[in-house]
T-cell receptor
Framework: GESVGLHLPTLSVQEGDNSIINCAYSNSASDYFIWYKQESGKGPQFIIDIRSNMDKRQGQRVTVLLNKTVKHLSLQIAATQPGDSAVYFCAENIWGNTPLVFGKGTRLSVIA | EAGVAQSPRYKIIEKRQSVAFWCNPISGHATLYWYQQILGQGPKLLIQFQNNGVVDDSQLPKDRFSAERLKGVDSTLKIQPAKLEDSAVYLC???????????FGEGSWLTVV
């Protein structure tokens, strides 16, 4: 069936470097995408979202890029900090319609 | 603004026993979700409520799992009898309306031994 997936299961970056976490989605009908951060022992925390009518959205130190042509989503974290260490999930749905479908997650480890 | 509240945070039971988890969503959120998250995987939807009605329970193992949201606010998820493979984090989440941004609670961690 259609699903959301991730290219890399783990990512290690040096503190201060930029991080890029990638996600591929296969449901062409999806028009809403979210990135969640999940720290150990906690529930997923909303980071940033993007609608399909946009290709880029920026937050505080984070940027989400959407490429609908190749069905690819990425999360960029600027100046990665130790507190960014967590598992990051992308999720997608049809806005106002279907429940969110989650990928398996990428673990980000920040090396001090 | 208070977030999604869940209890208990941790529970250890023996197989074939029963367990219940409670959730209080964000105030004003009409839609409530229960997700199951097995270690190393993304959350998987079990059931979705819109107010006190079930919208989607297609992934809920109905022979052992049940959930209710009688007054359209709090919700309870029950597992009876529990199996070893039910060991997971049970995440409650809510959104203002269906399909909108979902906010999660901290989860209830279940270990079945």
């Amino acid at each position: 069936g259609e699903s959301v997936g991730l290219h890399l299961p783990t990512l290690s970056v040096q503190e201060g470097d930029n991080s890029i976490i990638n996600c591929a989605y296969s449901n062409s009908a999806s028009d809403y995408f979210i990135w969640y951060k999940q720290e150990s022992g906690k529930g997923p925390q909303f980071i940033i979202d993007i609608r399909s009518n946009m290709d880029k959205r920026q937050g505080q130190r984070v940027t989400v890029l959407l490429n609908k042509t190749v069905k690819h989503l990425s999360l960029q974290i600027a100046a990665t900090q130790p507190g960014d260490s967590a598992v990051y999930f992308c999720a997608e749905n049809i806005w106002g319609n279907t429940p969110l479908v989650f990928g398996k997650g990428t673990r980000l480890s920040v090396i001090a | 603004e208070a977030g999604v509240a869940q209890s208990p945070r941790y529970k250890i039971i023996e197989k074939r026993q029963s367990v219940a988890f409670w959730c209080n969503p964000i105030s004003g959120h009409a839609t409530l979700y229960w997700y199951q998250q097995i270690l190393g995987q993304g959350p998987k939807l079990l059931i979705q409520f819109q107010n006190n009605g079930v919208v989607d329970d297609s992934q809920l193992p109905k022979d052992r799992f049940s959930a209710e949201r009688l007054k359209g606010v709090d919700s309870t998820l029950k597992i009876q009898p529990a199996k070893l493979e039910d060991s997971a984090v049970y995440l409650c989440a809510s959104s203002l309306v269906a399909g909108n941004t979902i906010y999660f609670g901290e989860g209830s961690w279940l270990t079945v031994v």
